[in-house]
């Protein structure tokens, strides 16, 4: 299959001239006959080298490098291991969602609730570019443990936190190592796995990633109810040091590794390849919104100067660093030639509206389930799984059938057609829905969000060649993570809104400031007698007009559905 590149790149025959020494005709049963390279071909590489000559055959290194990869049980233990880290990273992204309600008693307090899973996503953003960067100067696999152990540390702090400002600071430290270990494993796919098997085995890791992540409310529930929620994280803290060890000891020297000429460099220079005044420019800025989004309407007023201050600083900071950005060029953390391709601003919009979606239903869809329903976390996580059904099978459903037509296109408009219908009919819901209405809505979400999922990454592959792909899947990465992000942390505002509306307006006299600072599950022995379910019709109301959000950004994804670029899978040119 032959690789696209924008219309400027060069073509392999013109890319690889200083690399490959000769070349003669395929070998049938000889790989190692057919062509001879030079020495520095595993390290140097034109910026759009693609990985297939024009007339469909695999490219004149593929063989040959091969004898570079890790083989046999250090092959099979690192693949192991990375998928260990892909369960640990899809289980802690989200499985806070279902430890909410727990959380909230713990520390008596409903007002930091967004932060308890935007502290992780807002660090996970601000600095995923930047390691992506640094995976090109420093040793991968060294680089990769010191994130793990970052990682580990924050999820330590996060299970034995004492406070709800302690719990957030552990999940912040979290998101600095998970930042290099989510970029970091997919590096270490690629250094470790031949490029023919790359596609089997990181396919099977993203979805191994992907079925992690949708199961862990369910999971977290069963530890809720037989522990406590300090098991969901304290769970992973043996996984990660089991990852650790095995990397640390069983994996080999990287022979394959791109950047050998990088790691030479001198500490200074590696500094300026990080692009960190971006990252300084880039952080602060995304900090700012999101505080003034968390804020505005609760704590402070919209009008309230300390939120106008916020709002100007972070458009500011984030004109400065597109203007940085630009003036960098080629050589800019995010290229703005990559930046505005159509695929790719569509996949990141489409992306981010999905995700989004997502973590907004699992979110206050298990303070529906615990506190307006009353029930257990491990039903509320039994609950989910019909959402986690409906996901699972068009994902696979829409893998299939795009490698049979080419196209992946068409299931944008599944999604768009869909996914509206289905969030809507979840803002229906009320104290009395029957479980059929439960268990059919969610499923019909997560069936329409999974036909399209995995869309933006496959145009991102598609539209760009090999080495400028990772870039391209990085801005989608990017946009799946900062959606939820700016969501959660504006329905966080809405829902209070809503809350003290509604709880005014149908139990007048309740101390709505009590309610405010305990938990969930407290509401029932607190308010008791005839008024508790007056209160609890308050909280059913507020959680489905929040419900009206995700529903918005369904509607949206026809943005990114009309724009995507039609194009096959199947007849990508160079």
Request: hydrophobic share 50%.
């Amino acid at each position: 299959m032959a690789a696209s590149t924008s219309a400027s790149s060069p073509t392999l025959t013109e890319a690889s001239a200083a690399q490959v020494t000769s070349y003669t005709a395929p070998t049938p049963g000889h790989p190692s006959e057919q062509f001879e390279v030079d020495d520095t071909y595993t390290t140097l590489q034109a910026p759009s080298t693609t990985n297939a000559n024009t007339d469909g055959q695999p490219p004149a290194n593929e063989a040959g490098d091969e004898l570079h990869y890790p083989q046999g049980a250090a092959l099979y233990s690192t693949i192991a291991a990375l998928i260990i880290v892909l369960i640990i990273t899809g289980l802690d992204i989200t499985i806070v969602a279902v430890a909410i309600p727990s959380l909230s008693n713990q520390f008596k307090t409903i007002a930091d609730i967004g932060w308890y899973s935007t502290a992780l996503r807002l660090v996970l953003c601000s600095f995923t570019f930047m390691f992506g960067k640094m995976y090109t100067v420093f040793h991968v696999k060294s680089l990769f443990l010191a994130c793990m152990i970052i990682f580990a540390v924050g999820t330590a702090v996060s299970t034995f936190a004492v406070s709800s400002s302690m719990f957030i600071v552990g999940r912040a430290i979290c998101g600095f190592g998970f930042a290099g270990v989510f970029t970091g494993v997919w590096a270490l796919f690629t250094l470790t796995i031949p490029l023919r098997q790359r596609a089997l085995y990181g396919g099977i890791g993203g979805g191994i990633e992907a079925v992690a992540s949708v199961s862990a409310p369910l999971l977290g529930g069963v530890l809720i109810d037989r522990f406590s929620w300090r098991a969901c994280f304290g769970l992973l803290l043996p996984f990660s040091a089991i990852a650790i060890l095995m990397i640390f000891f069983l994996l080999p020297p990287l022979k394959a590794q791109h950047n050998v000429e990088n790691l030479k460099m001198p500490l200074k220079e590696k500094l300026k390849q990080m692009d960190l005044l971006g990252t300084a420019l880039f952080v602060p800025s995304i900090t700012c919104l999101l505080l003034a989004l968390q804020w505005a309407g609760t704590t402070y007023g919209w009008g309230d100067v300390r939120i106008v201050v916020l709002l100007v600083i972070f458009a500011v900071l984030l004109g400065v660093f597109g203007w940085w950005q630009y003036r960098a060029g080629e050589k800019a953390t995010l290229p703005i030639r990559i930046l505005g391709m159509r695929s790719i601003l569509a996949g990141a919009w489409f992306a981010s509206c999905c995700n989004s979606t997502l973590a907004l239903v699992e979110y206050y869809m298990s303070i529906y389930f615990q506190g307006v329903r009353g029930w257990t976390a491990a039903r509320a996580g039994i609950m989910s799984l019909p959402m986690i059904m409906g996901l699972t099978i068009s994902t696979l459903l829409s893998g299939a059938l795009t490698t049979a037509i080419g196209y992946y296109y068409p299931f944008f408009y599944g999604t768009t057609l869909l996914a509206p219908v289905a969030a809507g009919l979840l803002t229906s819901l009320d104290i009395d829905s029957s479980l059929a209405k439960l268990l059919c809505y969610q499923a019909l979400l997560g069936f329409a969000i999974g036909l399209g999922l995995q869309g933006p990454q496959l145009a991102a592959q598609t539209v760009l060649s090999e080495q400028e792909s990772t870039i391209g899947l990085a801005i989608v990465s990017f946009a799946s993570q900062l959606g939820p992000v700016l969501f959660i942390s504006a329905s966080t505002t809405l829902f209070q809104n809503r809350l003290d509306a509604e709880i005014s307006q149908l139990a007048p006299g309740t101390n709505i400031t009590s309610l405010e600072h305990m938990g969930l599950s407290d509401i029932r022995t607190y308010i008791g007698g005839d008024r508790l379910r007056d209160v609890l019709l308050g909280y059913d109301k507020a959680v489905t007009q929040t419900l009206y959000l995700p529903l918005a950004l369904t509607c949206l994804t026809v943005v990114a559905t009309v724009a995507m670029e039609r194009v096959s899978i199947k007849k990508k040119q160079s």
